[in-house]
Nanobody
Framework: VQLQASGGGLVQAGGSLRLSCAASGRTFSSYAMGWFRQAPGKEREFVAA????????YYADSVKGRFTISRDNAENTVYLQMNILKPEDTAVYYC????????????????????WGQGTLVTVSS
């Protein structure tokens, strides 16, 4: 599957952004999807994931209550709604697809994901 992330930009602290990740290729609806981010000088980290059906979600503690992941299987798109943004949310955000179809448990490790998109930059000013 090929993934194309978009929606990044510059926003003030406390603001909101919605990221989108459009998928093409193998059956999108069969795979859980995840968002990861990489801040300057730091390792890539997990942000959020959503099951293949959309019925389950999983968040990093740092974004819980502020970010919401969702998906539209008819449009082959996964979203990340980011609210109450903080300067520490500044990073390149990547979407990725689970390597295992119809996985029954939620995962958050990079090794479980593939087909990484090109990333979209989110900058939060203080």
């Amino acid at each position: 599957v090929q993934l194309q992330a978009s929606g990044g930009g510059l926003v003030q602290a406390g603001g909101s952004l919605r990221l989108s990740c459009a998928a093409s290729g193998r059956t999108f609806s069969s795979y859980a999807m995840g968002w990861f981010r990489q801040a300057p000088g730091k390792e890539r980290e997990f942000v959020a994931a959503i099951s293949w059906s959309g019925g389950s979600t999983y968040y990093a503690d740092s974004v819980k209550g502020r970010f919401t992941i969702s998906r539209d299987n008819a449009e082959n798109t996964v979203y990340l709604q980011m609210n109450i943004l903080k300067p520490e949310d500044t990073a390149v955000y990547y979407c990725a697809a689970d390597l295992t179809p119809y996985r029954t448990n939620m995962v958050n490790a990079m090794m479980d994901f593939g087909s990484w998109g090109q990333g979209t930059l989110v900058t939060v000013s203080s």
